[in-house]
């Protein structure tokens, strides 16, 4: 899976699961404050990523990934 | 002397209807909201016969995050919310700025519950359940959903007592305001109607098999019943202190007078006792001041089922026989909304006050020995009604009768 398609998918359920705007989800844009991702919606994050990408993941790895962007390369770095 | 309670607001999501007026035609009418569920019977049911209750549609109505933890039920109550805060005149600029409390009456989650163990069965991982199912899986997810979509700030509590449950959610409620803990509340109950929620009902033979007349299934105090038909929605309530609503300038649509309970102290679970619900009905009509010459309609909890009906068919003769009020059990209509009902049935008995008429007991076509006695409403009847007795009876002999009035 490249990376256009990571982003793609990543894209495509926060829009569809979590209701997000479209135009809101740019590589810089902030889970928490852009994006209005908090804490429960990350434990349903763990499912939907469980389903698409195949992996869980864990929450001492998620330090840091606080942007669309470094979500997308952290899920980059699982799958490749 | 307490103070007084009245009713200000009313909201309805049933398989006769959801909001009040097409409620009030389909009770005037006698149209019943019965119908099969073909999936019951593939999931292993004895009967497929439900209440058809649409599923509402909150998507743009209700944020996603308040909106992932409703449960079936919790959606259903939260429609009906809506309607009773509309009617009684409170936006939620005066939630916001006024204390109201919130009491349901809910008893089962079961869906949440069944999908959560099947997760676990298959993953044994919890950290992929998501975070939803804890909040829509708890009895109380009617009150925690509906309290926090409303920023209600009073008394927060829900109500388990089976088949009783919405009846003793609105007796509390009164009682809450009566003595002066609090001036207004939403009180109701919710029952949610996905299959998963009625296995272990069925498997006690307690649902009628008339599959293939879904309409005359659901038969109270008839001769002919096979059992109750599972239904559910849910009904909201606004009561509220008279001189509160009085300053505000509400429109009063009834009085709630009194509120009766006793437990039937039986042996076995699901008997139910004629000496129980006599007690609840004289202590309702006690605390409300009226005797039984006073009652103008008896809206009865007869499910259909051959013990309950009886037993309530006794009840009622020990105190009303020969006298004018007039009996109908709406469940013929409606089918048995479980922990909801006796919260709806209060909604629908104070639809036929305002607007003068006894809704029928359908499919009441051959009476028995006991229902014979009583004077049955067969067919919509044009009256006048100032006082209601609604009652509601549950498994474990929980009894509950409250009287309205009109003012």
Not at chain 2, 148 to 175: E, P, Q, R
Request: glycine share 10%; proline share 2%; charged share 25%.
């Amino acid at each position: 899976m490249n990376r256009t398609e990571i982003e793609e998918k990543v894209k495509t359920f926060l829009i569809e699961d979590l209701e997000i705007d479209e135009g809101k989800i740019r590589p810089e844009a902030k889970l928490k404050d852009d994006l209005g991702i908090d804490s429960l919606d990350f434990v349903d994050i763990v499912v939907i990523i469980e389903k698409i990408f195949g992996f869980k993941i864990k929450p001492e790895e998620m330090k840091g990934v606080d942007t669309f962007s470094k979500f997308c390369d952290y899920i980059e770095s699982k799958v490749s | 002397m307490g103070r007084r309670v009245v009713i200000t607001g009313m909201g309805i999501w049933s398989c006769i209807g959801t909001g009040l007026d097409e409620v009030k035609d389909s009770l005037y009418k006698g149209k019943s909201g019965i119908g099969r569920e073909e999936e019951r019977l593939t999931y292993g049911f004895q009967s497929c016969l439900t209440g058809i209750v649409p599923q509402p549609i909150l998507k743009g109505i209700i944020d996603r995050h308040l909106r992932r933890g409703l449960s079936e039920e919790a959606e259903f109550a939260f429609m009906a919310s809506r309607q009773a805060f509309e009617q009684a005149g409170m936006d939620q600029d005066y939630i916001d700025a006024n204390e109201v409390g919130c009491i349901f009456g809910n008893d089962s989650s079961a869906k949440p519950v069944i999908e959560a163990a099947r997760i676990m069965a298959e993953k044994h991982d919890t950290a992929l359940l998501g975070q939803s199912f804890v909040f829509q899986g708890m009895n109380s997810t009617v009150n925690m959903n509906i309290s926090t979509i409303f920023h209600l700030k009073g008394i927060n509590f829900s109500v388990s007592a089976a088949c009783a449950s919405g009846s003793h959610s609105i007796g509390l409620a009164y009682m809450f305001i009566k003595d002066g803990l609090q001036d207004v509340i939403l009180c109701g109950g919710a029952q949610e109607t996905n299959y998963y929620s009625m296995a272990s009902f069925d498997a006690i033979g307690a649902f009628s098999k008339r599959m293939d007349a879904p309409a005359k299934a659901s038969r109270p105090f008839d001769r002919d019943r096979d059992g109750l038909v599972p239904s559910g929605g849910a009904a909201a309530l606004v009561l509220e202190e008279y001189e509160h609503a009085v300053a505000r300038g509400a429109n009063i649509i009834a009085e709630v007078k009194g509120y009766g309970f006793s437990s039937n102290g039986t042996s076995i679970i699901s008997q139910p006792s004629d000496t129980g619900c006599v007690t609840a009905m004289r202590r309702a009509m006690e605390s409300a001041g009226v005797d039984a010459d006073s009652i103008d309609y008896i809206n009865a909890h007869a499910t259909s089922t051959r013990q309950g009906d009886m037993f309530e068919a006794m009840a009622l003769c020990k105190l009303f026989k020969g006298r004018h009020a007039l009996i109908s059990s709406t469940k013929g209509m409606t089918g048995h909304e479980c922990w909801m009902a006796g919260a709806s049935e209060i909604v629908y008995s104070v639809l036929m006050m305002q607007h003068g008429f006894v809704a029928p007991n359908l499919n009441f076509e051959t009476p028995d020995e006991y229902s014979s006695q009583l004077n049955i409403a067969r067919e919509t009847i044009d009256t006048r009604v100032d006082t209601v007795l609604s009652n509601s009876f549950g498994f474990g002999g929980t009894n509950s009768a409250l009287i309205i009035t009109k003012l």
